[in-house]
């Protein structure tokens, strides 16, 4: 199952900094660099507006997600769920017949 993941800046994200100038960004990107090489996460990265992020996540449940997502060292601080939503897939130009 698909799941989208809306996650936004946490308290300690300073907007004043670029993405890969916060604190404890190279352990954040080990960390989203692992899930997407253990499958986890399918696409994802920062909307246009650079406060939210969207992934596209292959798990069994939302609940599977908040404790992986939890593990991320900006978990709670840079930065915090929005929302998780189950997606059903119609359309996908990526499938080649």
Request: aromatic share 8%; glycine share 10%; no cysteine.
């Amino acid at each position: 199952m698909f799941l989208l993941v809306l996650r936004r800046s946490g308290p300690e994200y300073d907007h004043s900094k670029g993405l890969r100038e916060q604190s404890g960004f190279d352990e954040h990107a080990d960390f989203m660099d692992a899930l997407v090489e253990d499958g986890f996460i399918v696409l994802g990265g920062p909307l246009g507006d650079e406060v939210r992020t969207a992934h596209v996540v292959e798990a069994e449940s939302e609940q599977a997600i908040r404790e992986r997502m939890a593990r991320d060292p900006w978990s709670g601080t840079h930065l915090v769920v929005d929302s998780i939503d189950p997606w059903t897939i119609l359309l996908d130009g990526r499938v080649t017949a």
